[in-house]
């Protein structure tokens, strides 16, 4: 107590004469100084406790002096604002973006340059960019570091994936800060498994809960023209600094002036719904960039994917994957998923069951070749194989009204991606394909350049911006994870950008706590196609030498559906098993995937979720609830509702001897009349979950 006493006398001390903002409800306070050398520096407190110590800002350039030092004050601002605004898809039709801000402009003594910070503090947590003029002193510049420290107080527990700049898709590590260690881990960063003793890198967004029970979270928003940033942990001092993903050459980021930084972000508080439903790296994001968004539409869909997943079927059609050219084997393995008799399987299903989309992999020219060989020219987007009618099944599925997405594999090459893009965006509007699924599996080519890197932000930028002139929504695979930016381009509508449900069909899978860490995590920048909906869990089922699993119960597939928000959400199971359980399907088919009204009951990282959403537009309500893999009682207040309404609750939960492994199938169905007054008791399995939907009855 009397060391924090001290600590806090410390910090204000320090900050004495300094620049300051402070969050709208007051209890985050951000100082701003310039140390005796001229480095700026800032620290953050709540409730007059301090969060992140004196820390480093600033930024190195290439054949530049550095803008980390230096530096003098010219003038300071504060300003506040506060505004609402209606996200064309979301998870409530209304965003309230308020905060305080204070300017710091800023000159360097030597080399007359000029920078900015600019800070923003919300009621749940405080953002600051870089801010470069126009300037005759710094047109054009290549940023070869960025100094941007988070010096924490604590050993706080921390939510980790490695620092890999090629890839997201890792199962968290739970620990210590202290505890921090990825050596054994194979990375792509350029240090793998070499990194230094006692320093480690891992991602953000980084969740943290200190000792005390504060929730933390370093993530940045609007991340454009700029490479991801990534974290090196000091896990003996606690501080974690910046680490910007280089190109091929090891640079950083190239840049003109006039030009800003992403925001680096840092959420704070002591109940920690407040980070998992906050909405400020969209805050932090442009506003749309695309007038007319009346075609950008939620989307529930199911399609040719799990039964590829699950070894049923085949993407290639000559079916010997990597071994042959498509014009060496022209001949069908009798696997392939692919046909346009399987298509319309699927688009009969959708139109019967109210699905909108039906998404086809493995349509196209391709697949012999696609994986591990580095090719650049593997895709042309446009060429189908001589099994896939695809103006035969363009016309059925309108015919049907179901809408088809379309599938863009790049394996990877980018180059030859961009290069087909205009094409394949045209092939898309020409059969009435509204929504692309676009993936990016493999080592990037122009080879050297990382999934993180600033090329590659650009480029997953870019393709939304193009797909939003053909009118087209874009849904992202191993693209760098999402930073708000659907905001600016609202056709951006979900990426994966983290472990799916994919990898519990060939791996060891995702833990059952994975779903409870995510939306702390990776869906603070964004949707994540996530594909729930697996019902027949055990891979057995398909192979009985196969042991994987999806680490779930049936219950908690439909819990996803609300706790895992994406406006184009996948029912992700193959047709036949949702037949056989038509009572628990029925959930799937009613569950809305666009929002009015969001409420995040209960929340805690790595252990448990709870979230009621209304319908868009509608009166319905629907409720999702899930653990780790701790079995959990809990009572919800259904305070929610609406006052005076009666509603029909049917609830979805785990049968009594439910377990995610023993019997991960279980499940029970029952009715209830509620009102806005009532409560529902919970009782969720281990790995399990509950939905419930609530449909208004007067
Ligand atoms: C990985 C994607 O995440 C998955 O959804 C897709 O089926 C495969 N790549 C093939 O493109
Ligand atoms: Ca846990």
């Given at each position: 107590?009397?060391?924090?006493?001290?600590?806090?006398?410390?910090?204000?001390?320090?900050?004495?004469?300094?620049?300051?903002?402070?969050?709208?409800?007051?209890?985050?306070?951000?100082?701003?100084?310039?140390?005796?050398?001229?480095?700026?520096?800032?620290?953050?407190?709540?409730?007059?406790k301090?969060?992140?110590?004196?820390?480093?800002?600033?930024?190195?350039?290439?054949?530049?002096?550095?803008?980390?030092?230096?530096?003098?004050?010219?003038?300071?601002?504060?300003?506040?604002?506060?505004?609402?605004?209606?996200?064309v898809?979301?998870?409530?039709?209304?965003?309230?973006?308020?905060?305080?801000?204070?300017?710091?402009?800023?000159?360097?003594?030597?080399?007359?340059?000029?920078?900015?910070?600019?800070?923003?503090?919300?009621?749940?947590?405080?953002?600051?960019?870089?801010?470069?003029?126009?300037?005759?002193?710094?047109?054009?510049?290549?940023?070869?570091?960025?100094v941007?420290?988070?010096?924490?107080?604590?050993?706080?527990?921390?939510?980790?994936?490695?620092?890999?700049?090629?890839?997201?898709?890792?199962?968290?590590?739970?620990?210590?800060?202290?505890?921090?260690?990825?050596?054994?881990i194979?990375?792509?960063?350029?240090?793998?498994?070499?990194?230094?003793?006692?320093?480690?890198?891992?991602?953000?967004?980084?969740?943290?809960?200190?000792?005390?029970?504060?929730?933390?979270?370093?993530?940045?928003?609007?991340?454009?023209?700029?490479?991801?940033?990534?974290?090196?942990?000091?896990?003996?001092n606690?501080?974690?600094?910046?680490?910007?993903?280089?190109?091929?050459?090891?640079?950083?980021?190239?840049?003109?002036?006039?030009?800003?930084?992403?925001?680096?972000?840092?959420?704070?508080?002591?109940?920690?719904?407040?980070?998992?439903g906050?909405?400020?790296?969209?805050?932090?994001?442009?506003?749309?960039?695309?007038?007319?968004?009346?075609?950008?539409?939620?989307?529930?869909?199911?399609?040719?994917?799990?039964?590829?997943?699950?070894?049923?079927?085949?993407?290639?059609?000559?079916?010997?994957?990597?071994?042959?050219?498509?014009?060496?084997?022209?001949?069908?393995?009798?696997?392939?998923?692919?046909?346009?008799?399987?298509?319309?399987?699927?688009?009969?299903?959708?139109?019967?069951?109210?699905?909108?989309?039906?998404?086809?992999?493995?349509?196209?020219?391709?697949?012999?070749?696609?994986?591990?060989?580095?090719?650049?020219?593997?895709?042309?987007?446009v060429?189908?194989?001589?099994?896939?009618?695809?103006a035969?099944?363009?016309?059925?599925?309108?015919?049907?009204?179901?809408?088809?997405?379309?599938?863009?594999?790049?394996?990877?090459?980018v180059?030859?991606?961009?290069?087909?893009?205009?094409?394949?965006?045209e092939?898309?509007?020409?059969?009435?394909?509204?929504?692309?699924?676009?993936?990016?599996?493999?080592?990037?080519?122009?080879?050297?350049?990382?999934?993180?890197g600033?090329?590659?932000?650009?480029?997953?930028?870019?393709v939304?911006?193009?797909?939003?002139?053909?009118?087209?929504?874009?849904?992202?695979?191993?693209?760098?994870?999402?930073?708000?930016?659907?905001?600016?381009?609202?056709?951006?509508?979900?990426?994966?950008?983290?472990?799916?449900?994919?990898?519990?069909a060939?791996?060891?899978?995702?833990?059952?706590?994975?779903?409870?860490?995510?939306?702390?995590?990776?869906?603070?920048?964004?949707?994540?196609?996530?594909?729930?909906?697996?019902?027949?869990?055990?891979?057995?089922?398909?192979?009985?030498?196969?042991?994987?699993?999806?680490?779930?119960?049936?219950?908690?597939?439909?819990?996803?559906?609300?706790?895992?928000?994406?406006?184009?959400?996948?029912?992700?199971?193959?047709?036949?098993?949702?037949?056989?359980?038509?009572?628990?399907?029925?959930?799937?088919?009613?569950?809305?995937?666009?929002?009015?009204?969001?409420?995040?009951l209960?929340?805690?990282?790595?252990?448990?979720?709870?979230?009621?959403?209304?319908?868009?537009?509608?009166?319905?309500?629907?409720?999702?609830?899930?653990?780790?893999?701790?079995?959990?009682?809990?009572?919800?207040?259904l305070?929610?509702?609406?006052?005076?309404?009666?509603y029909?609750?049917?609830?979805?939960?785990?049968?009594?001897?439910?377990?995610?492994?023993?019997?991960?199938?279980?499940?029970?169905?029952?009715?209830?009349?509620?009102?806005?007054?009532?409560?529902?008791?919970?009782?969720?399995?281990?790995?399990?979950?509950?939905?419930?939907?609530?449909?208004?009855?007067?």
């Open positions: 107590m009397k060391y924090l006493f001290f600590l806090f006398l410390l910090f204000l001390s320090n900050f004495g004469n300094a620049q300051s903002v402070q969050s709208p409800s007051g209890k985050i306070v951000l100082n701003f100084k310039l140390a005796a050398n001229g480095q700026p520096l800032y620290a953050v407190s709540y409730k007059n301090a969060v992140i110590l004196e820390s480093a800002l600033g930024i190195k350039l290439k054949e530049k002096p550095a803008l980390d030092a230096n530096f003098e004050i010219l003038t300071s601002k504060n300003s506040s604002f506060n505004e609402s605004w209606k996200p898809l979301g998870e409530q039709s209304s965003i309230e973006n308020h905060y305080n801000e204070l300017i710091v402009s800023l000159i360097n003594k030597e080399s007359k340059v000029k920078m900015n910070i600019i800070f923003r503090a919300f009621d749940e947590g405080v953002a600051f960019r870089y801010d470069f003029p126009k300037q005759a002193d710094l047109n054009y510049f290549i940023i070869a570091d960025e941007t420290q988070f010096n924490l107080t604590e050993n706080n527990k921390v939510f980790w994936i490695p620092g890999d700049f090629d890839s997201n898709e890792y199962e968290y590590n739970e620990t210590k800060l202290s505890e921090i260690d990825n050596s054994k194979n990375m792509n960063n350029g240090i793998g498994v070499k990194s230094i003793p006692g320093k480690y890198m891992v991602q953000s967004p980084l969740m943290m809960k200190s000792p005390s029970g504060l929730y933390l979270n370093i993530f940045e928003a609007a991340v454009v023209n700029y490479p991801v940033m990534h974290l090196n942990v000091d896990v003996k606690y501080k974690l600094t910046a680490q910007l993903v280089p190109n091929a050459i090891g640079d950083r980021a190239y840049l003109q002036t006039p030009c800003v930084s992403p925001w680096r972000t840092i959420m704070i508080s002591n109940d920690a719904r407040d980070v998992v906050s909405k400020m790296i969209l805050n932090l994001n442009e506003p749309s960039k695309i007038d007319d968004t009346s075609w950008i539409k939620p989307m529930k869909y199911i399609g040719i994917w799990w039964e590829m997943h699950v070894g049923k079927s085949t993407w290639d059609y000559a079916g010997s994957q990597n071994a042959t050219n498509f014009a060496d084997a022209p001949k069908a393995s009798g696997k392939h998923g692919a046909t346009t008799e399987n298509t319309k399987r699927y688009i009969d299903f959708a139109a019967k069951n109210g699905f909108d989309g039906v998404l086809v992999e493995g349509w196209n020219v391709g697949w012999e070749d696609w994986n591990g060989n580095w090719k650049e020219e593997v895709f042309d987007f060429t189908p194989y001589p099994d896939f009618d695809i035969a099944i363009s016309a059925y599925a309108k015919s049907k009204n179901v809408k088809m997405i379309m599938h863009h594999e790049t394996s990877g090459s180059a030859n991606y961009e290069r087909h893009l205009d094409r394949a965006f092939n898309m509007v020409k059969y009435d394909y509204p929504a692309v699924k676009t993936g990016y599996v493999g080592k990037i080519i122009p080879r050297g350049e990382f999934h993180d600033q090329t590659m932000v650009n480029h997953f930028n870019f939304a911006k193009r797909a939003a002139d053909y009118k087209l929504m874009v849904n992202s695979h191993e693209s760098s994870r999402p930073t708000g930016y659907g905001r600016t381009y609202p056709n951006y509508v979900a990426a994966e950008a983290a472990r799916g449900t994919e990898f519990n060939w791996s060891i899978g995702n833990p059952p706590m994975h779903e409870t860490i995510l939306p702390f995590t990776r869906l603070l920048g964004g949707p994540m196609d996530y594909t729930p909906g697996i019902f027949e869990i055990k891979m057995s089922y398909y192979d009985k030498n196969k042991t994987e699993q999806v680490h779930t119960t049936l219950a908690k597939q439909l819990a996803l559906y609300v706790t895992m928000y994406s406006p184009i959400q996948m029912a992700a199971d193959l047709l036949e098993n949702y037949e056989k359980y038509p009572d628990a399907f029925q959930f799937i088919k009613d569950v809305a995937v666009d929002w009015d009204e969001s409420k995040y209960q929340a805690e990282p790595g252990d448990y979720l709870t979230i009621a959403r209304k319908a868009k537009g509608k009166e319905s309500w629907f409720l999702g609830a899930i653990t780790d893999e701790n079995a959990r009682k809990t009572e919800i207040k305070e929610f509702l609406t006052k005076g309404k009666k029909k609750a049917i609830i979805y939960e785990d049968a009594k001897d439910a377990d995610w492994k023993k019997n991960p199938i279980a499940y029970k169905i029952k009715t209830m009349i509620v009102t806005n007054k009532s409560k529902i008791n919970l009782n969720l399995a281990a790995g399990g979950g509950t939905a419930i939907s609530f449909e208004p009855i007067n």
